[in-house]
């Protein structure tokens, strides 16, 4: 027993590397991959007083602009979703159509669907029960039940894109995307699936949550200045700002992807995920659970920590995640990889950040060209490692790591690779 | 015309998501595409717009937009 747990320990010996093939974006940067380039990588933050806020202790949040529903996918189909929903379908839509995949003419059964998400369809939950309340259980509505569950979004996806293989969503607080996509890796490598579509999609920009999550203690107080109120690394930093959205990915196996002739964006070559055991919402303050994710992530990528050039954070820009984050990659990395938190421009989209991210790091590998972290203006004391800032660094990124962690204590950490 | 038709075909559209174009008095829920899900959300609709119990034999997939208006008409409390 103690030589195969030895043996597991340390990781594989082969890598098993997917593609990804296409990417879906829909955040507060705006929708696509065009619209998020031009946003994320000049580091100009989107956070901003938000009217359906008003009232509430913090009242700004990084919101998706401009996103009409009914116009996107309908406005029959849009009434019954909720509007994770509304974002992850989205989001899947144009992943697929960036892979060149036609759902028309793909071997459904063959496709799976694994979405991240912590909240699910909170703001619907949150309407009906206020209309209980108010007028009586004859006045809620049956649509609820298919509108707010967590498995909803991954539902939704099956139905608009006929991908009828293994269908779920998975629920790791804040590392929800990264989870996902760890799973999809894990049905291609079984031969389960021959196309996951995954990610993460949140929407959870109510009034009960925004002033839980306030309460805590968790969001930026800066209302005086949205625009400044996400900055990770920074001295100045005093809490995350709620964001809103969804990303997905479209996986293949790399030798499937090749024969049907894709464009591979990037690959992801590992997964790691681990529990502090510690703590509801703060860190361990060793950074041990995030410690022993990154490095699972590593091993199973067959990776040592000086081949990894590039980190993005999850670096959400409140004074304790950061600095335990901050060790950890030190300790794992040295000073070496370029570190980037992109949440200070689109926030912090809870469930679906790790999912987003992912695709930041997928983009920042095939372009050569790491985002900075957008309000790092002075660099905490503390932190100790390279946290590119003001304005994107090009560079050569043979591997790079996304750190997402989640209340709860859970972790999940991803290795992308070129293509 | 039903005095309630311009309002019922509104919260139609916005609720349930029905095009104005395909709404009219005679076309069937099924054709309409209005599953049962839909149908008792049409019935809090008219619960909470016209304080109307709606009989639930009115709302079947063969039944239709003007028969809900015939039973709003018959009880909707006078304004």
Known sequence: MTAIRTERRQGRTKRFDVAVTGVGLVTPAGLGVEANVERVWSGVSTAAADPDLAGLPVDFACRVPGFDAGALLGRRAAVRMDPVSHFGVVAARQAVEDAGLDPASWDGPRVGVVVGTSLGGWSTVEREHGKHLADGPGFVSPLLMVMGPVNMTAGYIAMDLKALGPNQVVSTACASGNTAIGYARALLEAGVCDIVLAGGAEAAMSPTAMASLARAGALSARTDDPASASRPFDADRDGFVAGEGAAMLVLERVEDATARGARIRARVSGFGASADGHHASAPDPTGGGAERAIRAALADAVIDPFEVDHVNAHGTSTPLNDITEAGVVRRVFGEKPAVTSTKGVVGHLLGAAGAAEAVYTVLAVERRLVPPTANLTSLDPGIGVDVVAKEARPMEIGAAVNNSFGFGGQNAVIVVTPA | MSAHQDRLFALVTDKLGVLPEELNTTATFDSL???????????????????????????????????????????????
């Open chain 2, 33 to 79: 595409d209005l599953d049962s899900l839909a149908l008792i959300e049409l019935s809090v609709i008219v619960q909470k717009e016209f304080g109307v119990q709606i009989d639930e034999t009115a709302l079947t997939p063969d039944n239709t937009l003007g028969d809900v208006l015939a039973t709003i008409d018959a009880k909707a409390p006078v304004a």
